[in-house]
């Protein structure tokens, strides 16, 4: 067994990643989860580099006035490391670091940042993937069969009865699941993971991924007690550390949801693309229509679509929507037919592969993922010069990054900040551009 180094240093503040920062005494940089800026902490360090570690905090030392007991003592590290403090703290380091992002790039947002949140610091959640843990009782004859979380920043599993992020439905369900396999001759390696969803309204459905083919594990009786729609046993590759499909096994009862977003009711699976927080994600739709409804004739491009919650609400008539994953194409097919949208166009391909949709005749959505756009999107947009690109990014860092680009030819006219994940570090952050005066003006001596 290797042995564990612990450290004691000084906290100084939280950086991008979401964990706080401080300086070793040989001069490396920790990088902490657990901490607040200004505590005196001792850490476990979890990877040990050149240049840098990586810890979690075994004890405060100084304690920062800002700490506050979290609501999951045992399991928030693996959830939501940021229960350790209020959410007007959360708030404020949250537009610190959207600041920061486009500091790095040498842009000055041109108004004062600020983070929307509705006020819901828990029960937003509506998907939540369970891991299993076992051990041996003390008679040897059986062992314990437990729902768990990961442990941040190292091996093992933290055993949990739910988070208090989730919708209480997906708790209530995940214990029922937890139960009912307690009986059966099983133990927690067969098992991957449970993944739970559901509606608005409290409905719903799961997904037991299974390492074996197991029959009859739970019967059609028995998933009727249960308190979901309907559920699923997959067999997923045990290879693949992933929750992956590779067969499904059993089906009982109605294994899909439903959800309106402004008004637009969508279908989606479990395993689907949704959003994870409807209420703060409405919020950011309407913000982002104001820029769209003053062009109502132009047609729109949603770039990075997943089952096209953006382009299908607020996109207009005319949309054009990209996605690279066939699942989510398949869900926003079935949601264009329902919705009768004759001019609403599904593409299944990668959104760099999609240039020739990118005319510069239309307004462009792009909502991609934590990596940013892709280097040609970014050219082609800078080819084709659109009137407006609409970004929503979940990475404020490649974000900025990739405004710094687009500044050749637009300028930032709008931004918000929103809190999709209370309790994490995770941060939603909207720009609106437009094409910059000077630019339009060469056009119309061109023409």
């Given at each position: ?9 000084r906290?100084?503040?939280?950086v ?70 209020p959410?007007?703290s ?31 610091e ?145 279908n ?51 949309v ?41 005749e ?26 407006r ?7 404020p ?51």
């Amino acid at each position: 067994m290797r042995k564990q180094i612990f450290e004691t240093l000084r906290l100084e503040k939280i950086v991008g990643g979401g964990q706080a920062i401080g300086t070793l005494d040989d001069g490396r940089k920790a990088f902490v989860w657990g901490g607040l800026p200004k505590e005196l902490v001792t850490i476990r360090v979890t990877k040990k580099k050149s240049h840098f570690v990586e810890g979690i905090v075994t004890e405060i030392i100084e304690k920062s006035p800002e700490r506050i007991t979290p609501k999951d003592e045992n399991s928030y590290l693996s959830t939501s490391p940021w229960q350790i403090m209020p959410m007007s703290s959360e708030q404020s380091y949250k537009a610190s670091l959207i600041e920061e992002a486009f500091l790095l790039h040498n842009i000055t947002l041109p108004e004062k940042i600020e983070v929307f949140s509705d006020g819901v610091e828990f029960n937003y959640r509506n998907k939540v993937e369970f891991s299993w843990f076992g051990d041996k009782t003390d008679d040897d004859e059986k062992e314990t069969l437990d729902l768990a979380f990961f442990k941040r920043g190292g091996k093992g599993k933290v055993v949990v009865d739910g988070t208090s992020l989730a919708h209480p439905s997906i708790n209530k369900l995940a214990i029922e699941i937890r139960d009912l396999l307690r009986e059966k001759p099983i133990v927690a390696r067969q098992l991957k993971t449970l993944l739970i969803r559901s509606d608005q309204q409290g409905n719903a459905v799961w997904q037991l991924y299974v390492k074996d083919r197991i029959e009859n594990l739970i019967s059609d009786d028995e998933a009727k007690l249960l308190s979901a729609k309907g559920g699923e046993i997959i067999y997923s590759d045990p290879k693949s550390p992933a929750s992956r499909i590779t067969e499904r096994l059993n089906k009982f009862g109605d294994t899909t949801l439903s959800d309106t977003i402004l008004g637009v009711a969508f279908n989606y699976a479990c395993e689907g693309f949704f959003q994870v927080n409807i209420p703060v994600y409405e919020k950011a739709l309407n913000d982002m229509k104001k820029w769209i409804d003053c062009n109502e004739k132009m047609p729109t491009l949603d770039l990075y679509s997943g089952v096209g919650t953006i382009g299908l609400t607020i996109g207009g008539d005319d949309v054009t929507l990209v996605e690279i994953n066939e699942h989510a194409v398949a869900e926003m097919q079935r949601n264009i037919a329902k919705l009768n949208r004759p001019n609403a166009k599904a593409i299944l391909a990668p959104s760099e592969k999609s240039l020739e949709y990118i005319t510069g005749e239309q307004i462009v959505i792009v909502d991609p993922p934590r990596a940013g756009l892709h280097a040609d999107v970014t050219n082609r947009l800078l080819e084709t010069e659109p009137p407006r690109i609409i970004y929503l990014s979940c990475n404020p860092v490649t974000q900025a990054r990739d405004v710094s680009l687009l500044q050749e030819k637009y300028e930032i006219v709008h931004h918000q900040g929103y809190n999709f994940f209370p309790r994490t570090p995770h941060i939603e952050h909207l720009v609106v551009l437009d094409k910059k005066l000077e630019n339009i003006e060469k056009e119309s001596k061109n023409d």
